[in-house]
């Protein structure tokens, strides 16, 4: 599969500067591009591999064309962009519908003829698979779970207890949703686990990472709307709630019953203590430690309890000069 530069402006809206039949098959790095190739620049620390790219074609700000060598597709959003480009060449594989032999399927499974079950997948009682859903090799899904349309659980992913999963949702290799959440109350005699009653419900076009785990509610559901993008190796904690397009990196780890709102990000290593708030359209910096409500977008940072951006770097400055 190739596309002309011409082909490519056209379907997504840019200017182009160069051969209008140049094409490109494949994406690439600057630095590693070769004839055919498209790449993309939006960081100047990359300028001496803009100005050297074998690139056919290079995705670029207008404004810092003038050290571009070659063919350049010109966009406000470069990045943007490309990965829709990306996605473009290479689109999700395409699968046929069946059931492997070796996969074990309750009688009571509902499962969509157009659905893909793959080798080893043990599939329960009340489990409804939806239209071109992808179960990948060693997948277990047991309980009352829904999974919707065009969902794709790439291999040994489990989904347990009480799920509902939306549509064009992808689930990497490894994930757990509906594990029972850390529910435990102090006794004389030790501690008394608490039944945990609730499930998980997933939105649509959300992205879940490998090794990643979401835990059921206690009573309620913990939720995971749409658009969601969780990293690899995530712990959610129960009736934990993450609002529309939040994305949150690697290894964080978020209490029960926080709730996140919308527009949010994430990096990694972050901690959030359970039964606090965070509103929409808030950026938190990597390793800080949440453990207070967030009432107010922006930034926040801090490896002890986090704050405006701002107030923190000042704190940081105060205590250096002690």
Known sequence: MDFSIAELAVKFGCDFIGNPKTRISYASTLISAQQGAISFYTNSFY????KSTKASVVVIKSSDIS????????????????????????????FESGINSSASISEKAQISDSAFIGPHCCIGDEVDIGENVYVG?????????????????????TLINKIKIGK?????????????????AKTDKGWLK???LGGVRVGDDVEIGSNTTVDRGSLDDTEINDGVRLD?????????????????????????????GKRCMIAGQVGMVGHITVCDDV??????????????????????AADEDKIWKKLVAKIRRL
């Open 47 to 50: 300028l001496e591999q803009l």
């Open 67 to 94: 050290n571009c060598s070659v063919d350049a597709l010109l966009s406000d959003d470069p990045y943007l962009i490309f990965s829709k480009i990306v996605a473009l060449l290479n689109p999700l594989p395409i």
């Open 137 to 157: 090799p060693g997948c277990i899904i047991d309980g009352n779970i829904e999974v919707g349309a065009n969902t794709r659980l790439i291999a040994n992913v």
């Open 168 to 184: 064009r949702v992808i689930i990497h290799p490894g994930a757990i949703i509906g594990s029972d959440g850390f529910g435990n």
């Open 194 to 196: 608490i039944p945990q």
């Open 232 to 260: 690899n190796q995530i712990q959610i904690g129960h009736n934990v709630s993450i609002g529309e397009d939040t994305a949150i990196a690697a290894s964080a780890a978020i209490g029960g019953s926080a709730i996140i």
């Open 283 to 304: 950026r938190i910096n990597g390793g800080s430690v949440v453990t207070k409500n967030i009432k107010k977008p922006g930034v926040y940072s801090g490896s002890f």
